[in-house]
């Protein structure tokens, strides 16, 4: 035949009109045409494979989802009411289509419906698929069915409603109100708004939550959502659709407005059955959303949301249980939208814990001293009086029931403001100031064990200043911060590290935010330097860690309370922060306690002190700290005793 044609194309010509209108009658009769008319020379062929089908009933609906075939232009559906040949011409459902999905809500629910589809184009139409089957359900019974479980009497879930669309920057947040039985839920989205829930346009599929992110999008394009609820029985009819148009943080959307920036920083501080929130600003928000969950991960949705238009940067939440950690997320609103969601910052709030006793009180009441222990023995050095600064130096004695306080020789240079660390069972203090206001670089060394010369003069340090902190990492010093003197009260964001062994400074990484009257404690290696005085009348919520191995700083959750002049300790993990004052006022000191959790990166609340006080001195022994002297409108020697 192939000769005949070659040799006469006349007759080539005939054959092959004659080879299509066969092919058309059979298209007509019994279906497809067992493979499609026969092209003309350098015509694409017609698509030789079959598409994979799948068929999912809903209520008053079955939708169907099938593979692309290559060289396809469209497809027809096909439906038959029983099984066997289902792709004839007087089953086509629809022709033409050209996604790769099919809404069939022609359909009665508790029918079994079966289906073929075939894959078309210019040339003809291909073979047509193997027959899937599914049975549409009313929610009022579930009838079974091979493709749609619940012959038990299990019926499908309602349609979700609430859905809601909230734009971001490159992603759309989803949210709606969970369906009664549900499993899961498809999420569909498409570009056109009125369009028709279909496999085709199917985002995602058995999502757990009432909500889902959609990162899959572009900036100024509006997206069109549907959500249809799942379960063993089948799929619900989809839900209303919602839509939102994703835009660029900081440029102008539709409305011409600009959408704020994401917040940061924010921090979750537990106390009893209440957790503080508190972040920094966003660029152009007027107000934020805080989202919560007990769940490490969760998707911040209208479902979880805490709390909507909060205009300040902070948020006490009472709604919750002690012992049960939350999880915190934040977003900033304007007229444009609202941005993505910051965090996620967890905190577990507690009854308080630990408890307050009264010991003996010290001999001289003093305030603004250093205190260091040693060997269970706690030295309260220098400070001053209504006279003065002192040089005079007290020991107590914890274990010592009988007579717990000691005189001890006097430091040689009276001083207050000063700062202490311990190396190797030897008392280094730090700088200070006299009477005459004037900061000090000396350095002086007690050893409570050389009962003949107890005090030796160290070298200097290279920048005097009063009111810093000192704290000693693997057998070296550092002193930060602090106040130059002079009257300027500049915060001082230098940091100097002394050698004992060498008696020599060096000066390393400067603190990021300089202050003074700040409270310092070490634990595992890393210096926690929080709070202290911005400037002479303000007080900061500033926490700052040095990793002396690293020799770098990072910035941690502020403290729930501003404060500087407090006293310091670290006890079991936990770094505390005991009283202070908040301005520089009498009427403003503090008797609160705020403990920092490092491996929490959380602040909690501790029982406050009893008598409130600023510039005390402070000391763990045994595990328990001792909170001694300071002020609060006269000097004080009395001595707390805190037991976590």
């Known amino acids: ?118 894959a078309l184009n210019a040339a003809g139409e291909g073979p047509a698929s193997a027959p899937v089957s ?31 669309a909230t734009p971001g920057d490159a992603q759309v947040s989803l949210g709606w109100t969970p369906a009664t039985g549900a499993a899961g839920y498809n999420v569909y989205r498409s570009t056109a708004s009125g369009f028709s829930a279909t496999p085709a346009n199917r985002l995602a599929v058995a999502v757990a939550a009432a909500a889902y992110r959609d990162g899959t999008v572009a900036n100024g394009t509006t997206y ?11 799929e619900s009819a989809a839900s209303a659709q919602a839509a939102a148009a994703p835009q660029t943080a900081g440029s102008p959307g539709a409305s011409g407005a600009t959408l704020p920036a994401v917040p940061t920083g924010l921090a979750a501080t537990p106390g009893d059955a209440q957790v503080n929130l508190a972040w920094t600003a966003a660029s152009g928000a007027t107000s934020y959303n805080l989202y919560r969950s007990t769940t490490s991960g969760f998707l911040p949705a209208p479902a979880n949301r805490l709390v909507s238009g909060v205009t300040a940067t902070a948020y006490a939440d009472t709604a919750v ?141 290279p920048t005097r200043r009063n009111g810093m902190t000192a704290e000693a990492v693997n057998g070296i010093v550092y002193v930060i911060g602090g106040d130059s003197g002079g009257g300027s009260h500049a915060a001082l964001k230098i940091v100097e590290a002394y050698d004992p062994a060498t008696d020599r400074w060096s000066r390393v990484a400067d603190i990021p935010a300089g202050s003074w009257g700040a409270v310092s404690a070490v634990w595992n290696g890393v210096v926690y330097v929080s709070g202290g005085w911005a400037d002479p009348l303000t007080a900061s919520q500033a926490v700052q860690a040095y990793t002396a191995a690293t020799n770098t700083w990072s910035t941690l959750p502020p403290l729930p309370t501003a404060r500087a002049n407090g006293a310091g300790a670290a006890i079991q993990g936990l770094v505390y922060v005991f009283g202070g004052t908040a301005v520089n006022d009498p ?27 600023t510039g005390a001195a402070a000391g763990v022994v045994n595990g328990i700290a001792y909170v001694i002297g300071g002020y609060n409108g006269a000097d004080l020697g009395t001595v707390e005793a805190y037991t976590p």
């Open 587 to 613: 009427a403003c000191i503090l008797a609160a306690v705020d403990a920092f959790d490092p491996l929490g990166n959380a602040w909690s609340a501790r029982p406050p002190l009893p008598t409130v006080r």
């Open 321 to 461: 249980l002690n012992g049960t950690t939350y999880f915190y997320a934040v977003s900033a609103l304007n007229a444009a939208g609202e941005s993505a969601a910051a965090g996620q910052v967890a905190a577990t709030p507690s009854a308080s814990s630990g408890s307050w006793a009264a010991k003996a009180s010290m001999p001289t009441a003093r305030s603004t001293a250093a205190g260091a222990a040693v060997g269970g023995i706690l030295y309260v050095i220098g400070g001053q009086d209504a006279q003065g600064s002192l040089a005079t130096v007290e020991a107590f004695d914890p274990a010592n029931a009988a007579a717990p306080w000691s005189a001890q020789p006097s430091m040689p240079t009276a001083r207050a403001y000063a700062a202490s660390a311990v190396v190797a069972g030897i008392v280094y203090v730090f700088g200070g100031c006299c009477d005459l206001g004037e900061s000090l670089d000396t350095v002086e060394a007690f050893d409570p064990a050389n009962a003949a010369a107890p005090w030796s003069a160290k070298a200097p340090m």
């Open 134 to 164: 599914a049975t549409p359900r009313s929610l009022a019974a579930g009838t079974g069915g091979a493709s749609n479980p619940g012959g038990s009497g299990a019926v499908p879930p309602p349609v979700p409603t609430g859905l809601a």
């Open 224 to 234: 069109f959502y549907r959500v249809s609820a799942l379960n063993a029985a089948g």
């Open 1 to 118: 035949m192939i000769a005949f044609m070659r040799t006469c194309p006349g007759a080539a010509a005939l054959l092959a009109l004659w080879l299509g209108l066969f092919g058309a009658a059979l298209a007509g009769c019994d279906g497809p045409g067992g493979g499609g008319a026969v092209p003309a020379d350098g015509a694409p062929d017609a698509p030789g494979a079959a598409p994979g089908v799948s068929a999912t009933a809903a209520t008053g609906r079955v939708s169907l989802a099938w593979t692309p075939v290559a060289g396809a232009t469209g497809y027809t559906v096909y439906r038959a009411p029983s099984g066997g040949v289902v792709a004839l011409s007087a089953n086509r459902l629809a022709t033409g289509v050209t996604a790769t999905g099919y809404g069939d809500t022609a359909v009665v629910n508790g029918s079994r419906y079966y289906y073929s589809v075939s």
